[in-house]
């Protein structure tokens, strides 16, 4: 929230933006987790993969938004696709690894998501300052 506050001054409304992640990730579960479950042949750790890259990217594109309508395309991707991280995570670590370690799989897909979370905005802010 400091982030639009300082790039698009302290009138914009900023809750916008999480109300944007949370119904686009509602929207994601629903999409993602039907496609999962009834589309013949749907690939759930391609899904994985693909939401988890995109995920990655978006939160790295955050500092590279100028226009608060890019900021809030971004979110909208963001929640979307933490919608299908989210939804299908759960039966892929059972299929993978079966009922007595699903949480030891869970906790290492969360902890490989954080490093991009968490590293990807300054990386990009940074690179952005260079230019």
Request: charged share 15%; glycine share 12%; with cysteine.
């Amino acid at each position: 929230m400091n982030h639009v506050q300082e790039r698009f001054g302290p009138d914009t409304n900023k809750e916008i933006l999480l109300l944007c992640i949370g119904i686009t990730s509602c929207l994601g579960r629903f999409i993602f987790g039907s496609v999962a479950d009834f589309v013949k042949g749907a690939n759930k750790v391609f899904l994985q993969v693909i939401s988890f890259l995109i995920i990655g990217v978006m939160s790295m594109m955050i500092p590279l938004c100028h226009i608060f309508g890019g900021l809030i395309a971004v979110c909208l991707l963001m929640g979307l696709f933490d919608g299908c991280f989210i939804c299908i995570m759960a039966p892929i670590a059972f299929e993978l690894v079966g009922a007595k370690d699903v949480s030891q799989a869970i906790g290492f897909l969360l902890g490989l998501m954080s490093v991009p979370m968490v590293a990807g905005p300054p990386i990009a802010g940074k690179t952005e300052r260079q230019d």
